[in-house]
């Protein structure tokens, strides 16, 4: 369907001031997000929080439960995964270089011939034209449930999605990180983006769509008065076997 290419990609600008941190106030409704918390409270397969090096509460302080990969979550995890796909849609529409700059794509068009993807072409795509080239390029990571102990619980550390963890690499093929928060009715408890000196207060159903790396170093500071509930994950993108083929 397409094929990277040796050009440079067209220059466009998202617009002046622009932070590459979006908001959808409506990703999931608040029904769903009721339903995944009472889940949530009723598995028994939930963990200590984990950072990259492990269990440690003083840098994140949480009740982890990964849905992926368990039977009895694919219908929660398909949920999410196609409110998140909604969401990642309308970023690339704003943000098209988060597709376009890293692999400098082609795409066929209706002359039959092979054409530089630009932002324009882009935009000037519908949802099913747009949908198939995004998941050829991109896939999601695995979901995950936190639960945030009103006062106590938190992820205070300043940190970011991407880094080298795993043999094959997993954690550097993360592109985005999102959340959705599940809840809110407590006070603080934002995502709190250090360069960009932003907080997001949760909202109940809102989708947060952020890049992964370190220019937007986050932390998730403490609620207080309530307990906070989100569903978490990255963007990330295909591994080079899947986009390129197996080396020769």
């Known amino acids: 369907m397409l094929h990277p290419d040796s050009g440079q990609p067209s220059s466009s600008q998202p617009g002046s001031g622009a932070d590459f941190i979006e908001v959808y106030p409506v990703a999931l409704d608040a029904g769903a997000c009721a339903a995944l918390i009472e889940r949530f409270n009723a598995s028994r397969d939930i963990q200590p929080g984990r950072v990259g090096g492990g269990v440690m509460p003083d840098l994140k302080d949480s009740r982890d439960l990964t849905i992926s990969g368990r039977a009895e979550w694919r219908d929660a995890e398909a949920q999410l995964n196609t409110a998140v796909f909604g969401g990642v849609l309308r970023y690339l529409r704003r943000y098209p270089h988060t597709l376009i700059a890293p692999l400098m794509l082609e795409v066929p068009t209706q002359d039959g011939k092979r054409h ?12 099913a034209e747009l949908s198939p080239i995004v998941q050829t390029v991109l896939r999601p990571g695995a979901i995950n449930l936190q639960h945030y102990t009103a006062g106590r619980g938190g992820y205070p550390y300043w940190h970011c999605e991407l880094y080298p963890r795993d043999p094959r690499a997993e954690t550097l093929h993360r592109h985005l990180l999102w959340t959705i928060y599940l809840n809110d009715g ?48 990255w963007v990330l993108f295909q591994r080079a076997e899947q986009l390129f083929g197996s080396p020769q």
Do not use: C, V
């Open 186 to 233: 407590f006070d603080e408890g934002e995502t709190e983006f250090l360069y960009q000196q932003r907080k997001i207060s949760p909202g109940t159903g809102a989708l947060l769509i952020a890049p992964a790396a370190f220019t937007h170093t986050h932390r998730g500071n403490r609620p207080k008065g309530g307990d906070k509930y989100i569903a978490t994950s």
């Open 116 to 127: 530089r993807l630009t932002p324009e072409r882009l935009a000037a795509m519908d949802d």
